[in-house]
């Protein structure tokens, strides 16, 4: 069992920027982000695999960063020119596939609230 924990979540103005964090217990293939803004589904943001690819949702291609340190089992998600619309709980997520589906992740954090005001 891989434990996921998220941080770096906050309050920033628009224009601004955020990191996320996200530590695994373990050592996965995989790992990726998602949110979900209040009264909708949760969708892809960006994942990382071996090797160091990468993918990022259409929405965030050249505002966000994916990269991960392998020594520390952790992913960052670099959050810049933040945009209300960007508001939303960020999920990390872990597995074996990667995949902008949710449901091939096997492993997924609590999540962190990342709020953007205009």
């Known amino acids: 069992q891989v434990q996921v924990v998220e941080s770096g979540g906050g309050l920033v103005q628009a224009g601004g920027s955020l990191r996320l964090s996200c530590a695994a217990s373990g050592r996965t293939f995989a790992m990726g982000w998602f949110r979900q803004a209040p009264g909708k589904e949760r969708v892809f943001v960006a994942m990382t695999w071996s090797g160091g690819s990468t993918n990022y949702a259409d929405s965030v291609k050249g505002r966000f960063t994916i990269s991960r340190d392998n020594a520390k089992s952790t992913v960052y998600l670099q959050m810049n020119s933040l945009k209300p619309e960007d508001t939303a709980l960020y999920y990390c997520?872990?597995?074996?596939?990667?995949?902008?589906?949710?449901?091939?992740?096997?492993?997924w954090g609590q999540g962190t609230q990342v709020t953007v005001s205009s």
């Open positions: 997520a872990a597995g074996s596939v990667p995949s902008q589906r949710g449901e091939l992740y096997d492993y």
